[in-house]
């Protein structure tokens, strides 16, 4: 099992900054996992994230937008730049093939 | 693509059986998960079927086939904190990140 805590759980920014999500796990893991749910809709994977390596993005994120770092194996964050109001979401973290999610950072941009 | 179609609103009696039902159209299969995510919360992992059949964690079950590229989550003795939204997701290959359904939002009542 894995115990993951994400910081912030929630934040109001404003148009045009940049917010880095945390995603901390009591255990070493391979890969972790970052997630997009928007308001009501399903999860969508934005990237994945390997210790050493860099992240391997989905179609339709780009690391300009959404760099992640990965210094350790219980460690990640996700950063969202340049944000405007479609960025508001909640971001997750995941970690051992998605058995097991972070509380999640929720964010609105203003 | 990849796709997965679920019902988006389930409502049921407390005490009741409810099934959610799941087909998919994706360009592999490796396995079908369930989520449960409440209000406010993040996704729970519930259950995993690589192989037909059924799978029984006390009150959820969850059924796969292969053949028809269809699954179901089934809730018996329903209480009222099952209302809660219900993913299934798929994972076309062992290397490649989950794809989820839109979700389906069980309603429990009185």
């Known amino acids: 099992s894995a115990v993951i805590s994400q910081k912030p759980s929630r934040d109001i920014c404003q148009r045009g900054t940049s917010l880095t999500i945390q995603c901390q796990v009591d255990s070493q893991v391979t890969m972790m996992f970052w997630y997009r749910q928007q308001p009501g809709q399903s999860l969508t994977l934005i990237a994945t994230?390997?210790?050493?390596?860099?992240?391997?993005?989905e179609s339709g994120f780009v690391i300009d937008k959404f760099p992640i770092s990965r210094p350790n194996l219980t460690f990640s964050t996700l950063t969202v730049s340049n944000m405007s109001p479609e960025d508001s979401s909640i971001y997750l973290c995941?970690?051992?093939?998605?058995?097991?999610f972070g509380p999640g950072t929720r964010l609105t941009v203003l | 693509g990849q796709s997965l179609e679920q019902p988006s609103e389930v409502t049921a009696v407390e005490g009741a059986i409810v099934q959610i039902n799941c087909t998919y159209q994706?360009?592999?299969?490796?396995?079908l998960s369930w989520y449960q995510q409440h209000d406010g919360g993040a996704p729970t992992f519930l259950s995993y079927?690589?192989?037909?059949g059924l799978e029984e964690t006390g009150r959820f079950s969850s059924f796969l086939s292969r053949s028809d590229s269809y699954g179901y989550l089934l809730l018996q003795e329903l209480q009222m904190k099952d209302s809660a939204s219900y993913f299934c997701?798929?994972?076309?290959?062992?290397?490649?990140?989950?794809?989820f359904g839109k979700g389906t939002r069980l309603s429990v009542i009185a």
């Open positions: 994706t360009s592999g299969f490796y396995g």
């Open positions: 079927n690589a192989l037909d």
């Open positions: 994230a390997n210790q050493g390596s860099e992240a391997t993005y």
């Open positions: 997701a798929v994972r076309p290959s062992g290397n490649t990140p989950l794809v």
């Open positions: 995941s970690v051992l093939n998605e058995q097991f």
